[in-house]
């Protein structure tokens, strides 16, 4: 008994169950190594580790050494019955000198013949994680000094346990971050994006996130949201939010629409949470956005000469406020050249300090900055302190000028061919082009990108450009690919050429060793 073993083996015992080393193991590792070490410290023939299922009414076998059966078969004891349950609910070292004459709920301890038990409750912060017990198979008093040495060996178990389910939820918070937060913004040609996601120091993971993704018809959707808390409940709302308003947005609901749905499906999930939103559709065509406020800090949009306004508040509640709100969309002009920022509060609010005047240092440091990628950087550089209370969550979009000459490349897939159009629409549109020239020479472009892809190339990655010319009222296009037209086959194939030259004043088709280029050329009637 450790009752009559000298001080000096004493400090040893409690330096093998305290033993840094052991923080280094797997959780796993861990109690396969303290019950090794304990049943050699208190000579015992068992030892056993059980832990609360969710809930906290169920004790299941976790750990055991001599008993394994118990993890085996997956013994569960209900708190408050048996020998394990008892301890647990009553919080205090239990010893049964004799099982036969006691009330033992789990079968295996008398299976294994085993005649006396020491247990004791496992406890973090006084909360009651679950229960650590070891036998010996011969009739043994086990003393007071056994008891705190198993509840030492138990605090260190139970301190093991609490980080390495820390560690699960912090690992599965990054898990659910990954999928919510896009690794890559999407490439949109004549669009330019950049974000940044900073999480509160100490935290990994909060409820702030961003999305930006295409819409039919060469819009684009930026969307920034704030679910209230951080951990994998925030997440798991993040990750519900983000779906939901990707997928309504697809079925082309109307902006309002879209964040209703997803209000009305957040209350049906259940349980609520509050959650700010910026939802935000772009049209580039257009030169205009269509914005919906659900409790959001106001957007910042910067004027291509530089200057800084943040758009309207709508007054609306934020999603999981009502399960009747409504919500109203506002348009505002967009025009070429101009940027808008999108946010989180954590940004622009700090503690004992008004939000007004996180938002004017807001505005003043956006109108210094062009590029998106500089201004984001700029925006986190001096908006954010080393350490933030909370996550901080920015997505930046610009609308830059359209040089007189475009060059671009896309990849020689069907499903570019739109992007292409509406690239080309908007260019022409701001040379001055007409919509029965626009709709001309689009098409006409079109059937050139359509003949690279199809008819250039074989299987694989391959890629075509594209450069349209402006010059005194003329439009050249030329449209360069890597391969070599095949013959048409089959009926109603081979019409491209005949359309180009119908849109076009001049068709000129050259076939080269390294490719074939198509250029395309029409005066606009305004410069006749």
């Given at each position: 008994m ?8 004493v400090?040893?015992?409690?330096q093998r169950?305290?033993?840094?080393a052991l ?5 796993e590792d ?8 304990i049943?050699e ?8 580790i059980l ?47 004799d099982v ?8 295996i301890l ?8 020491l ?17 010996s ?6 003393t007071?000094d056994d ?5 030492l ?42 974000s940044a996601?900073?999480?509160a ?14 819409l ?30 990707r997928?309504?947005a ?6 309002a629409?879209?964040?209703e749905?997803?209000n009305?499906l ?6 609520t ?19 919906v ?5 106001p ?10 306004d ?6 609306t ?20 050249g101009?940027?808008v ?5 954590g ?14 240092r807001?505005?003043?440091?956006v ?11 700029t925006?986190?550089s ?12 920015v997505?930046a979009?610009?609308?830059?000028p ?6 671009s ?26 919509e ?33 010319v ?12 890597g ?16 359309l180009?030259r119908?849109?076009m ?7 080269g ?8 050329e029409?005066t ?5």
């Open positions: 450790l009752g009559a073993v000298p001080d000096s083996r400090l040893d015992s409690l169950v305290t033993d840094a923080a280094h193991l797997s959780q861990l109690l396969a190594e303290l019950l090794r070490r049943t410290i208190l000579g015992t023939d068992t030892a056993a832990l609360l299922e969710p809930g906290g009414t169920i004790l299941r076998a976790r750990a055991a050494m001599g008993i394994e059966e118990e993890v085996r078969r997956g013994v569960r004891i209900p708190v408050g019955r048996g020998f394990a349950g008892r301890i647990a609910a009553e919080r205090r070292a239990i010893t049964i000198d036969d004459h006691a009330d033992i709920l789990n079968p008398r299976e294994k013949g085993i005649r006396s038990l247990g004791v409750p496992m406890m973090v912060e006084g909360r009651v994680l679950g229960v650590l017990h070891v036998g198979l011969t009739r043994r008093i086990f007071p008891g705190d040495l198993l509840q060996a138990a605090d260190r178990a139970a301190l093991a346990i609490e980080r390495a389910h820390l560690d699960d939820q912090r690992r599965l918070a990054e898990a659910l971050q990954r999928r919510l937060l896009p690794e890559d913004l999407p490439v949109i040609a004549g669009l330019e994006l950049a996601y900073l999480p120091s100490g935290e990994s993971l909060g409820g702030d996130w961003y999305d930006a993704f295409e039919g018809g060469g819009r684009i959707v930026l969307a920034v949201g704030d679910v209230v808390g951080h951990g994998p409940a925030a997440a798991a709302v993040m990750a519900q939010l983000r779906a939901a308003l997928a309504y697809v079925e082309d609901h109307p902006p629409g879209v964040v749905r997803v009305t957040m209350w049906q999930l259940g349980p949470a509050m959650t700010t939103l910026a939802y935000l559709v772009l049209d580039p065509t257009q030169e205009t956005l269509e914005l406020n659900a409790g959001h800090p957007p910042l949009v910067v004027s291509p000469a530089g200057v800084a943040y758009l309207p508040l709508q007054g509640m934020a999603l999981g406020a009502s399960t009747v709100a409504r919500y109203h969309s506002e348009t505002y002009p967009f025009v070429t101009s940027t920022v999108l946010y989180t509060d940004l622009v609010e700090r503690r004992g300090a008004s939000i007004d005047d996180g938002l004017e807001l505005r003043v440091i109108e210094a900055t062009a590029d998106v990628d500089s201004l984001v950087s925006i986190i001096r908006m954010v302190p080393e350490k933030t209370a909370d996550d901080i969550a997505i979009a610009r609308l830059p359209l040089p007189d000459e475009l060059v490349q896309w990849p020689a897939d069907r499903d570019v061919l739109a992007s292409v159009r509406r690239l080309l629409r908007r260019w022409l549109r701001t040379r001055g082009a007409s029965e020239e626009t709709y001309d020479i689009t098409v006409a472009c079109q059937e050139a990108c359509a003949n690279a892809v199809e008819h250039a190339y074989g299987p694989g990655g391959r890629s075509f450009d594209v450069e349209a402006h010059r005194e009222g003329r439009i050249r296009l030329t449209v360069r690919d391969g070599h037209w095949r013959a048409p086959r089959g009926t109603n194939r081979g019409r491209g050429l005949p180009m119908a849109l004043e001049t068709v000129d088709v050259q076939h060793e390294h490719g074939t280029v198509v250029v395309l029409r606009l009637a305004r410069a006749s």
